[in-house]
């Protein structure tokens, strides 16, 4: 049982460069979510989607694109990287409402734009 | 606003002992859960316990307790006898509401930098 994968793990982009962040939950969950941390402060929500064809914004979506065409992948998008978006980035992945509490998360992805 | 205030930024405690992490939260849905997380150097983030809006008991799993007190909006952390692989960042987070558009949406606290020493 995989869990929450996360690729890559670490990655350098060059300022208005695009890259895709991958993310794959093998638990048949409905609810998955990047999240991005900054130095000294709390995971922030990006994107999230509800299940296969659904996604929503959060509190930081400025910058990134996702989409769900599966239950199991949810990549992120940047679209033209900016040193702003240097940060950890985290996928979640849960069941939907009424099973289950448990929110699981991918190990991160380390990114730097110079 | 901030939803989730941790007001410690960084604990020493000593082995053995135990150590209690502040949580205050600020919602106005009846309806909501507390987590707290733990985020050892290397990055990941391990979930240690939660604790629903309408939970009438105190969570508490292995080590980990949660003092839940509803009308003061707190939930604090409570780990007993330290170990020193318990010395990481402890997320306070709440999920808001029960529908199905809320139920994996998290709002985290800045965190408590806790360092166990022998």
């Known amino acids: 049982n995989a869990g929450v994968t996360q690729t890559p793990k670490f990655q350098v982009l060059k300022t208005g460069q695009s890259m895709t962040l991958q993310c794959a939950q093998d638990m048949n969950h409905e609810y998955m979510s990047w999240y991005r941390q900054d130095p000294g402060m709390g995971l922030r929500l990006i994107h999230y989607?509800?299940?296969?064809?659904?996604?929503d914004q959060g509190e930081v979506p400025n910058g990134y694109n996702v989409s769900r065409s599966t239950t199991e992948d949810f990549p992120l998008r940047l679209l033209s990287a900016a040193p702003s978006q240097t940060s950890v980035y985290f996928c979640?992945?849960?069941?939907?409402?009424?099973?289950?509490?448990?929110?699981?998360f991918g190990e991160g992805s380390w990114l730097t734009v110079v | 606003a901030q939803k989730i205030t941790q007001t410690q930024p960084g604990m020493f405690v000593q082995e053995k002992e135990a150590v209690t992490l502040d949580c205050t939260y600020d919602?106005?849905?009846?309806?909501?859960?507390l987590f707290w997380y733990k985020q050892p150097s290397s990055g990941e983030m391990i979930f240690l316990i939660y604790q629903g809006s309408y939970d009438e008991q105190n969570a508490t799993e292995g080590r980990y307790s949660l003092n839940f007190q509803k009308a003061r909006k707190s939930a604090n952390l409570v780990i007993s006898a330290s170990q020193l692989g318990d010395s990481a960042m402890y997320f306070c987070?709440?999920?808001?509401?029960?529908?199905?558009?809320?139920?994996?949406?998290?709002?985290f606290g800045a965190g408590t930098q806790v360092v166990v020493t022998p």
């Open positions: 979640a992945s849960s069941y939907g409402t009424g099973t289950g509490n448990t929110i699981y």
């Open positions: 919602t106005s849905d009846q309806s909501y859960g």
């Open positions: 989607s509800v299940g296969a064809g659904i996604t």
């Open positions: 987070a709440m999920r808001e509401g029960r529908t199905t558009d809320s139920w994996g949406k998290l709002q």
